[in-house]
């Protein structure tokens, strides 16, 4: 059974420091999405890869968020200099271009003090 | 610009009882719609989507134009029922599979 994974699991960290999220699509899927889910925004689409480029990351804070594929198999999200109002759970998933189906990871649950 | 409303952020109901968990879209386009579902300490999951018309679990959802509308009904709400569903929007066609999803209710079943 495929899985999208990503680590870490839970990361607490304290104002300002740098927070780093890594995802590991399903093999052979070619594009590639970072969400973050809070009460009250529900599901919010940060960035979009396709194919490693990035497509559209228009709902990322440009001055503190950064999203990149280093590789096909790998995914990262950073935020620098974190701040409390990035805590959240933060979702990876993948899934083949043209498909209707998003495969999700277990996401990341980020906690900022 | 693609937009999706769910209304309720949390539905209570009793077991057996009806559940209605309501969608709204906007999108000038012919859109596809998904309902995606997160049970307890699980990954978010599909749960169906408009262009199948099937019915998983007990639930359907018809694809309404006229009101943009893509509601989520059950005629008889189960215990393993209660979850958090996300409605979805895809545009239609091409080679995007990016989804926009709604704020999510939050469906809980009292026995």
């Known amino acids: 059974d495929a899985r999208v994974t990503q680590t870490p699991r839970h990361k607490v960290t304290e104002m300002g420091q740098e927070v780093t999220m890594r995802c590991q699509p399903i093999l052979g899927h070619n594009t590639v999405f970072w969400y973050r889910q809070t009460m009250m925004q529900g599901l919010e689409l940060l960035a979009y890869f396709r194919n490693r480029a990035p497509l559209d990351d228009s709902g990322m804070p440009k001055d503190r968020f950064s999203a990149e594929m280093p590789d096909a198999t790998l995914a990262t999200l950073k935020i620098q200099p974190s701040e409390p109002r990035d805590s959240a759970v933060y979702f990876c998933?993948?899934?083949?271009?043209?498909?209707?189906?998003?495969?999700f990871g277990a996401g990341s649950r980020l906690t900022v003090l | 610009a693609q937009r999706v409303t769910q209304p309720e952020k949390l539905l209570s109901v009793f077991k057996g009882a009806p559940v209605e968990l309501k969608c709204n879209y906007s999108y000038s386009g012919s859109p596809e719609l998904f309902w995606y579902v997160q049970y307890s300490r699980q990954r978010l999951q599909l749960l169906l989507r408009h262009i199948s018309r099937e019915s998983i679990k007990g639930f359907t959802a018809d694809l309404n134009k006229g009101e943009t509308s893509f509601h989520l009904k059950k005629p008889f709400a189960q215990e393993e029922d209660s979850a958090m569903y996300y409605c979805?929007?895809?545009?239609?066609?091409?080679?995007?599979?990016?989804?926009?999803f709604g704020t999510g209710t939050l469906l809980a079943v009292q026995p």
């Open positions: 979805a929007l895809k545009r239609g066609g091409g080679a995007t599979n990016k989804l926009i």
């Open positions: 998933a993948s899934g083949l271009s043209g498909a209707n189906v998003l495969t």
